[in-house]
């Protein structure tokens, strides 16, 4: 059979690179064949983490960080595929998800806005690129976002078994599998590694909690805790979404100002407990028990997973290395295949997962001639 081609780049909440993946979707399961992170330069996530918060001069910014957002990424395809001896005359297309720098579906009138100029990659390159995934949704009246569960459906549901696929990275979002195509569910739980890496970064200048180490060496203040998770959103109903919009650097200083006296430690402690329990509140909803699948950076945190499975005495917890796919690239895979459904004219929403009015085909091609 044929080779079937694509390239997935996705740049999350956590800004913490490119991850560019190639993909063979010609078999029955999609097939890495090549994976390659471009680290993104001081200067551009400076200039991102600026600009996901209201500013001066917006337009302009926006408008120079897209043409920047398109050439990074676009590096990264070449980069990828300089890895590898395919062609890149046999790339059917490339499925960018552009970096998010605002997502407000909840306005009267709603939008979400990706920057990472297609055409410049498209250029680049010399692929043709498919992207814009999220906005078709939105004019749907959905949420657009989250996408991966019609990825997730595809890939792991088993018919019989009830799945739940836990992709944790700034944002944490999560895909309910029952067992039956009919009831596949979806939506952002709330934060996932976004606001333990901006304490890390912020007290110490480290990256991220390698395993949830500086979490453990703490002790989680429950008075603390509490507030953070009366939070509003953690009370909504699905379909929902969210964002550095809603859980960023301003929002947590603004919480921890009755805290002060806390040791740092203690409070990497409380937010790695915020994160694992507004995770496991939400999939209790869904159901007591299953088997739980996690992707995303969360997955290499062990302090996270040990803390996770503690919640969840019902669930058999993995990641998605079980089920044939590295958590470490498994929405780069998901975008690559957005691109497949978009190339084939196949619809890629879930209207139960986005709230969207119906099935769409998702994003718009952008050619490289």
Not at 31 to 41: D, F, K, V
Not at 178 to 191: I, Q, R, W
Request: a negative charge; hydrophobic letters at 40%.
């Amino acid at each position: 059979m044929k080779n079937a081609y694509y390239i997935g780049l996705m740049s999350g909440t956590s800004m913490d690179g490119v991850d560019a993946v190639l993909v063979d979707f010609s078999g029955p399961q999609p097939q890495l064949i090549a994976s390659h992170t471009e680290a993104i330069p001081s200067h551009l996530l400076k200039g991102l983490q600026r600009l996901c918060l209201p500013g001066p001069d917006e337009i302009n910014r926006l408008g120079r960080l897209d043409r920047n957002v398109g050439e990074l990424f676009a590096l990264a395809v070449n980069n990828l595929l300089t890895k590898t001896q395919i062609a890149k005359q046999e790339i059917i297309a490339i499925g960018s998800h552009g970096q998010t720098v605002r997502h407000m579906p909840n306005l009267e009138v709603g939008f979400t806005l990706q920057i990472g100029d297609p055409n410049t990659i498209a250029i680049e390159t010399g692929i043709d690129v498919i992207a814009d995934f999220r906005r078709k949704d939105i004019a749907l009246g959905g949420q657009g976002a989250p996408l991966v569960p019609a990825f997730h459906q595809q890939t792991f549901a088993e018919i019989g078994k009830k799945r739940i696929i836990l992709n944790i990275g700034g944002i944490a979002n999560v895909t309910y599998l029952p067992g039956n195509s009919e009831h596949v569910l979806g939506f952002d739980t709330g934060p996932g590694n976004t606001l333990i890496d901006a304490w890390i970064q912020q007290v110490k200048s480290e990256p991220f909690d390698k395993d949830g180490e500086w979490a453990a060496s703490g002790k989680t203040d429950p008075d603390l805790l509490a507030q953070l998770l009366s939070h509003p959103y953690f009370s909504l109903a699905y379909p929902k979404s969210t964002g550095r919009e809603l859980f960023n650097q301003a929002w947590l200083e603004q919480q921890l100002s009755p805290f002060n006296q806390l040791d740092e430690e203690d409070i990497q402690s409380t937010l790695l407990d915020l994160t694992c329990h507004s995770i496991a509140q939400d999939i209790i909803k869904l159901s007591n028990e299953g088997e739980l699948f996690v992707c995303g950076g969360g997955a290499f945190n062990g302090q996270l997973m040990q803390r996770l499975a503690a919640l969840l005495p019902g669930y058999t917890l993995d990641t998605t290395s079980a089920l044939g796919v590295d958590p470490k690239w498994a929405e780069g895979i998901a975008f690559a295949w957005l691109a497949m459904r978009n190339h084939l004219g196949l619809p890629a929403n879930l209207p139960a997962v986005t709230g969207a009015s119906r099935e769409a085909v998702l994003g718009g091609r952008f050619s490289a001639k």
